[in-house]
DNA sequence: GTTGACCTTCCAGCGACTGGAGCCCTTATC
DNA sequence: GATAAGGGCTCCAGTCGCTGGAAGGTCAAC
């Protein structure tokens, strides 16, 4: 099947499955007209990536996924500490938006939201007045 | 006074503020050895750049709010405007990382870890079954 | 034979830096 | 005066994961 056909199966570009390719996560062989042919076992790839990415592990976690997937002897375990890190890693990303969240939550707050200029919002990030 | 010391003072890498330079957010003037000599009006504006970035808003928001603080005619609601629009960007990502986190807990939680291949997380992210 | 949808490659750009090469300037020491 | 260290300077390339667009080849339908 043609890359088309692909992208609409796997719900991802062609653009990015192009990219994928570049990248080497994927190899679909080619037709005499140097089409890209998709067989089933690289739409459930393209699938695969898809979500794995859409749960937010980068290209290379999903590179070792992918080998992790494709390995019939691969142990759970090796899975599920990739995953973990993962976790650790969106949890600290959630943790620093939240205290900029309440900060900026904070600030608006205070700031009257009015005609006048006076504002803590601004105030907090200056390190002074300034001169302009 | 030279960059390196505009930088510990800002507390923003070097690099960074010749960058800021490049784009056109400081325009510190250059000395007759070429070398770029800031001012503290200067620096508190870098200043104010790293808070503003330490909170998330964008080059261009910085830009904006930039103009906003020399601006002394200036009305705090249109602070806190872009201050809310970017608290509802946060909030959003928040969100999407939040729904991502708890699929993947879930996940983890299913998964046995242990050194056989069976793996729900990676079941989760196939259609099906891989052939290799 | 011509239209139009699809496919191909290649190059450039996004955001916000960061690293490094290769060079100049200044200061201190011998 | 030579030299070395520690600044500074510019310019180019790379990060990450795509995305857009140009210029051209292919294919099915009319």
Redesign the interface.
Same mark, same amino acid.
């Given at each position: 099947m043609n890359i088309g056909v692909a992208a609409a199966r796997s719900g991802l570009p062609a653009k990015t499955i192009r990219y994928y390719e570049e990248i080497g996560l994927v190899r679909p062989p080619r037709d005499v007209n140097g089409y890209r042919a998709f067989g089933e $076992?690289d739409?459930?790839m393209l699938?695969?990536l898809g979500?794995?990415r859409?749960? *937010?592990f980068s290209i290379e976690d999903c590179r070792r996924?992918l080998s992790?997937?494709? #390995?019939?002897? $691969?142990?759970?375990?090796d899975?599920?500490?990739l995953?973990?890190e993962?976790?650790a890693e969106? #949890?600290a990303?959630?943790a620093g938006? $939240?205290t900029?969240?309440d900060?900026?939550?904070h600030?608006?707050g205070q700031?009257? *939201? #009015?005609?006048?200029? #006076?504002?803590p919002?601004?105030e907090?990030?200056?390190? *002074?007045r300034?001169? *302009?």
């Open positions: $076992r739409v459930a699938v695969f979500r794995a859409s749960m *937010g996924l992790l997937w494709a #390995d019939q002897e $691969r142990a759970s375990a899975v599920k500490a995953a973990r993962h976790l969106i #949890d990303k959630i938006l $939240r900029m969240r900060t900026l939550d600030l608006i700031c009257a *939201g #009015d005609d006048r200029p #006076d504002c919002i601004l907090s990030f200056s390190a *002074g300034p001169s *302009g």
